[in-house]
């Protein structure tokens, strides 16, 4: 729970997992491993909903910092800023699924899209998106090289899912960190008093049903009972199941062999239901092996706490090796503020991928977590991209201009510090000379300075200036992005259409 007194800065990852309660602890899971590779705070937006209506304290007695138990006065705005945005991708997430076509989903999308880019541009929040290209193609992160995106004070997640490590390989490597996680989590007094000792060599056995259907389609009763009766008349069974039936079935079969727990409730939709669905949970975690449903989450989670061997019930087995495509609970794909940033960044002169902070956006008034955060747009032109010779202040008359055309080319090339070298009045620079001179260096700095271009694209491909030099770079809109074609003037275009029927009739164009 978290303390009256005022949140320090050391960066925070606020997750806020969703559906059922395996899901939601995959989510929680995953967010407390990326907070201990980023070497920051874990904040947990648990909410009690229909699938799982039971909050995190009536299960757990491990303490997290909730939302719930934020002060405001004390919250620090990059973390209020986070919480704004993961409501507002709620209020989409919810339209999206009532009125996919409606102009509040629209409106409240916009509104979404911008204030993540408010937000990123100030360094104050970002919201992951587990299921974009980006992130699965991330590997494990670690505090000193982090890609742009996560320089932020407060990363943020909306999860059903392991979303953390991105990569399916690497979620297996670090299965054992994941497990340490799981098993620091402790049940409350209440339901450890519950618990009790499965025997030595017991088989946990999930068959989920209820509203399930690929869980029941792929995973039927009858597949079940084949399958456990190939380990034999000695090997007992422990059972969980969101069926009565099935249960009472599976006793009348096995008999004494077959071990249950005592149930109050079915219902997801409140608390006991999501306790009694808990220590079923626990229960099963202590087998030797996990036998489970097809796609269901609770089961898989059985076999991660003790990283027990995981077999899945299923009547067309696929190969677990290949890749599986990205889910997502919507339709609804949120702009990634990173691009606009590069954006602006090659349009403000600035350039495309340029070392330094991310550019802050000026103070706008209309986002209370913007004013509390003291972003100022009054210090100098240079946190917007603009060099210093640009003057706006004063305008010049059309003389000025035109005198100054050409002049710019050669203005601060040689720098004051240039005029103190020791040498002969002429003699500037040596070419047969293997060191160079500081004029030499001047005119090098000159050309290769931040008045330069640093990002182009051609035939299709994109280039910027890595190390001093221009090299092919990945493409940032993609590497299927196509420039809006440039048109001519159309006095141009009549021209050219004059010269083209001339030829056609034989004339001369001169």
Same mark, same amino acid.
């Given at each position: 729970?978290?303390?009256?007194?005022?949140?320090?800065?050391?960066?925070?990852?606020?997750?806020?997992?969703?559906?059922?309660?395996?899901?939601?602890?995959?989510?929680?899971?995953?967010?407390?491993?990326?907070?201990?590779?980023? &070497?920051?705070?874990?904040?947990?937006?648990?909410?009690?909903?229909?699938?799982?209506?039971?909050?995190?304290?009536?299960?757990?007695?491990? /303490?997290?910092?909730?939302?719930?138990?934020?002060?405001?006065?004390?919250?620090?705005?990059?973390?209020?800023? #986070?919480?704004?945005?993961?409501?507002?991708?709620?209020?989409?997430?919810?339209?999206?699924?009532?009125?996919?076509?409606?102009?509040?989903?629209?409106?409240?999308?916009?509104?979404?899209?911008?204030?993540?880019?408010?937000?990123?541009?100030?360094?104050?929040?970002?919201?992951?998106?587990?299921?974009?290209?980006?992130?699965?193609?991330?590997?494990?992160?670690?505090?000193?090289?982090?890609?742009?995106?996560?320089?932020?004070?407060?990363?943020?997640?909306?999860?059903?899912?392991?979303?953390?490590?991105?990569?399916?390989?690497?979620?297996? %490597?670090?299965?054992?960190?994941?497990?340490?996680?799981?098993?620091?989590?402790?049940?409350?007094?209440?339901?450890?008093?519950?618990?009790?000792?499965?025997?030595?060599?017991?088989?946990?056995?999930?068959?989920?049903?209820?509203?399930?259907?690929?869980?029941?389609?792929?995973?039927?009763?009858?597949?079940?009972?084949?399958?456990?009766?190939?380990?034999?008349?000695?090997?007992?069974?422990?059972?969980?199941?969101?069926?009565?039936?099935?249960?009472?079935?599976?006793?009348? =079969?096995? &008999?004494?062999?077959?071990?249950?727990?005592?149930?109050?409730?079915?219902?997801?939709?409140?608390? %006991?239901?999501?306790?009694?669905?808990?220590?079923?949970?626990?229960?099963?975690?202590?087998?030797? /092996?996990?036998?489970?449903?097809?796609?269901?989450?609770?089961?898989?989670?059985?076999?991660?706490?003790?990283?027990?061997?995981?077999?899945?019930?299923?009547?067309?087995?696929?190969?677990?090796?290949?890749? $599986?495509?990205?889910?997502? /609970?919507? %339709?609804?794909?949120?702009?990634?503020?990173?691009?606009?940033?590069?954006?602006?960044?090659?349009?403000?002169? %600035?350039?495309?991928?340029?070392?330094?902070?991310?550019?802050?956006?000026?103070?706008?008034?209309?986002?209370?977590?913007?004013?509390?955060?003291?972003?100022?747009?009054?210090?100098?032109?240079?946190?917007?991209?603009?060099?210093?010779?640009?003057?706006?202040? /004063?305008?010049?008359?059309?003389?000025?201009?035109?005198?100054?055309?050409?002049?710019?080319?050669?203005?601060?090339?040689?720098?004051?510090?240039? =005029?103190?070298?020791?040498?002969?009045?002429?003699?500037?620079?040596?070419?047969?000379?293997?060191?160079? $001179?500081?004029?030499?260096?001047?005119?090098?700095?000159?050309?290769?300075?931040?008045?330069?271009?640093?990002?182009?694209?051609?035939?299709?491909?994109?280039?910027?200036?890595?190390?001093?030099?221009?090299?092919?770079?990945?493409?940032?809109? #993609?590497?299927? =992005?196509?420039?809006?074609?440039?048109?001519?003037?159309?006095?141009?275009?009549?021209?050219?259409?004059?010269?083209?029927?001339?030829?056609?009739?034989?004339?001369?164009?001169?």
């Amino acid at each position: 729970m978290m303390p009256d007194e005022e949140l320090q800065e050391p960066g925070w990852v606020l997750v806020q997992p969703h559906w059922g309660l395996c899901n939601r602890l995959r989510a929680v899971t995953a967010g407390r491993m990326l907070a201990n590779h980023l &070497g920051r705070e874990f904040v947990l937006d648990w909410q009690p909903l229909p699938d799982c209506n039971c909050r995190w304290r009536e299960l757990f007695a491990t /303490e997290l910092i909730e939302v719930d138990d934020l002060h405001e006065a004390a919250s620090h705005p990059s973390l209020v800023a #986070g919480i704004e945005l993961l409501r507002l991708w709620d209020e989409v997430t919810i339209l999206a699924k009532q009125r996919p076509e409606s102009e509040e989903l629209r409106r409240t999308l916009r509104s979404f899209n911008s204030f993540h880019k408010e937000c990123f541009r100030a360094g104050l929040a970002y919201v992951i998106d587990p299921a974009s290209d980006k992130w699965r193609a991330c590997k494990p992160f670690n505090n000193q090289h982090l890609p742009k995106f996560l320089q932020v004070d407060c990363v943020c997640v909306r999860a059903f899912n392991p979303f953390y490590p991105p990569r399916e390989e690497d979620r297996v %490597a670090l299965a054992e960190e994941r497990a340490d996680l799981l098993n620091q989590l402790q049940p409350i007094l209440e339901l450890q008093s519950r618990l009790w000792q499965l025997p030595e060599g017991v088989v946990s056995v999930h068959i989920r049903r209820s509203d399930h259907q690929k869980a029941i389609a792929r995973s039927p009763e009858e597949l079940f009972l084949r399958t456990m009766e190939s380990y034999g008349e000695d090997v007992m069974f422990f059972l969980a199941t969101d069926d009565p039936n099935v249960e009472e079935r599976m006793k009348s =079969y096995f &008999g004494p062999r077959l071990l249950t727990s005592s149930k109050r409730t079915l219902n997801r939709n409140c608390a %006991a239901g999501i306790q009694d669905a808990l220590i079923d949970l626990l229960l099963l975690s202590q087998g030797a /092996e996990v036998l489970g449903s097809f796609k269901s989450s609770f089961s898989a989670m059985a076999s991660h706490f003790r990283m027990v061997p995981f077999h899945v019930v299923d009547i067309s087995p696929v190969d677990r090796k290949a890749p $599986t495509a990205a889910f997502r /609970e919507v %339709a609804v794909i949120p702009d990634d503020p990173e691009d606009f940033v590069i954006k602006d960044a090659e349009h403000s002169g %600035a350039g495309w991928q340029v070392s330094g902070d991310v550019p802050r956006a000026p103070m706008r008034g209309v986002r209370r977590v913007m004013a509390e955060a003291e972003i100022s747009d009054s210090d100098s032109d240079k946190e917007e991209g603009f060099p210093d010779y640009y003057n706006d202040e /004063e305008q010049e008359s059309d003389d000025e201009k035109q005198g100054k055309r050409f002049s710019l080319q050669f203005e601060r090339v040689v720098p004051d510090s240039a =005029y103190s070298v020791s040498a002969e009045d002429g003699v500037l620079m040596d070419p047969t000379s293997p060191e160079r $001179t500081e004029i030499e260096e001047a005119f090098a700095e000159r050309w290769w300075s931040d008045l330069r271009r640093r990002f182009f694209r051609h035939n299709h491909r994109a280039y910027a200036i890595v190390d001093g030099q221009w090299q092919r770079v990945p493409d940032p809109k #993609g590497p299927h =992005y196509k420039p809006r074609k440039r048109y001519r003037p159309r006095a141009h275009q009549r021209e050219a259409l004059l010269k083209r029927k001339m030829r056609a009739s034989g004339q001369s164009t001169g």
